[in-house]
């Protein structure tokens, strides 16, 4: 059974940082393109971090640029998330995501998404 579980959510003030988790189980997802997505109150669930399966390469939303890293470690089947300089606009579930298809696009497809995680609960208070 395939499953990505994340961690590293919480409460944290505006300009703070976090790091969030995701631990992949099931299949290795070596050749596959990864990444974040959130979904804030009232909102559609929107992509914020996309990461190749060799991860030289990344891609960001414009509105988490320069203040958000993603990063992998396929060893350990591992994606991460630093978020830093979070202001209150940023509160939202954040879900990891692994895509359909091998070698996808860093800007990934909410509908080409193969896995999803349950979803870490990001707050930022202002």
């Known amino acids: 059974q395939v499953q990505l579980v994340e961690s590293g959510g919480g409460l944290v003030q505006a300009g703070g940082s976090l790091t969030l988790s995701c631990a992949a189980s099931?299949?290795?997802?070596?050749?596959?393109?990864m990444g974040w997505f959130r979904q804030g109150p009232g909102k559609e669930r929107e992509f914020v971090a996309g990461?190749?399966?060799?991860?030289?390469?990344?891609y960001y939303a414009d509105s988490v640029k320069g203040r958000f890293t993603i990063s992998r470690d396929n060893a350990k089947n591992m994606v991460y998330l630093q978020m830093n300089s979070l202001k209150p606009e940023d509160t939202a579930v954040y879900y990891c995501?692994?895509?359909?298809?091998?070698?996808?696009?860093?800007?990934?497809?909410?509908?080409?998404?193969?896995?999803w995680g349950q979803g870490t609960q990001v707050t930022v208070s202002s």
């Open positions: 995501a692994a895509d359909r298809n091998m070698y996808g696009s860093l800007k990934m497809d909410r509908a080409l998404v193969g896995y």
């Open positions: 099931g299949r290795t997802f070596n050749s596959y393109t």
């Open positions: 990461i190749s399966w060799y991860s030289s390469s990344t």
